[in-house]
């Protein structure tokens, strides 16, 4: 995965540029770590999946922040990554590369904003989100272009916001929780 990086422990390095090498390693990892939810990503059979219902602790805690707090948190976590998944395609040498599961994170996040703590929503706003990104309709499927991280995130923030609005409109015509 880290192959290619220069190792700090390498004695050929001056001092500088052990430093500067330990730092790269660093920051590589730390991107890694963030774009693939902590590993998450690395799971096998399904990635984006396993990335999804990683988000749900994450979800629980967010509900207990209130609106602004959860919108907050939301939106730094957005922010975070568009930032990692571009470099993070870089390090795993693959454009939208399965493990970059941070982007199912968000968008999870999205679909379940302002739902209660239903079980029933939970798992309707969980299937939706999941249906959307795996079979990504139009106007999905023409968000997933080029390699930036906005590219590899944007696709799934519509996918959540698809998922919210039908959970949204499901909830008024029965009249459910959330």
Same mark, same amino acid.
């Given at each position: 995965m880290l192959t290619n #990086? =220069?190792?700090p422990f390498n004695s050929e390095l001056s001092g500088k540029e052990k430093a500067s090498a330990g730092q790269s390693l660093f920051v590589n990892r730390l991107i890694l770590a963030l774009a693939t939810w902590g590993g998450v990503g690395f799971l096998p059979g &399904? $990635?984006?999946t396993w990335g999804t219902v990683a988000a749900l602790p994450l979800w629980w805690l967010l509900t207990c922040l209130g609106n602004p707090g959860y919108l907050l948190a939301l &939106?730094? %976590?957005l922010m975070v990554g568009v930032l990692v998944a571009g470099p993070a395609q870089a390090l795993l040498g693959q454009k939208d590369? $399965? #493990? /970059?599961? /941070?982007d199912e994170v968000v968008g999870l996040l999205i679909a379940l904003a302002g739902v209660g703590l239903d079980l029933c929503w939970i798992l309707s706003g969980f299937l939706a989100f999941r #249906? %959307?990104?795996i079979l990504k309709p139009w106007p999905i499927s023409r968000l997933n272009l080029g390699q930036s991280g906005l #590219? =590899?995130?944007l696709d799934d923030v519509a996918a959540g916001v698809l998922a919210r609005l039908m959970l949204g409109v499901v909830q008024v015509v029965i009249g459910g929780g959330g």
């Amino acid at each position: 995965m880290l192959t290619n #990086a =220069v190792s700090p422990f390498n004695s050929e390095l001056s001092g500088k540029e052990k430093a500067s090498a330990g730092q790269s390693l660093f920051v590589n990892r730390l991107i890694l770590a963030l774009a693939t939810w902590g590993g998450v990503g690395f799971l096998p059979g &399904a $990635p984006g999946t396993w990335g999804t219902v990683a988000a749900l602790p994450l979800w629980w805690l967010l509900t207990c922040l209130g609106n602004p707090g959860y919108l907050l948190a939301l &939106a730094t %976590l957005l922010m975070v990554g568009v930032l990692v998944a571009g470099p993070a395609q870089a390090l795993l040498g693959q454009k939208d590369h $399965p #493990a /970059i599961v /941070i982007d199912e994170v968000v968008g999870l996040l999205i679909a379940l904003a302002g739902v209660g703590l239903d079980l029933c929503w939970i798992l309707s706003g969980f299937l939706a989100f999941r #249906a %959307l990104d795996i079979l990504k309709p139009w106007p999905i499927s023409r968000l997933n272009l080029g390699q930036s991280g906005l #590219a =590899v995130v944007l696709d799934d923030v519509a996918a959540g916001v698809l998922a919210r609005l039908m959970l949204g409109v499901v909830q008024v015509v029965i009249g459910g929780g959330g």
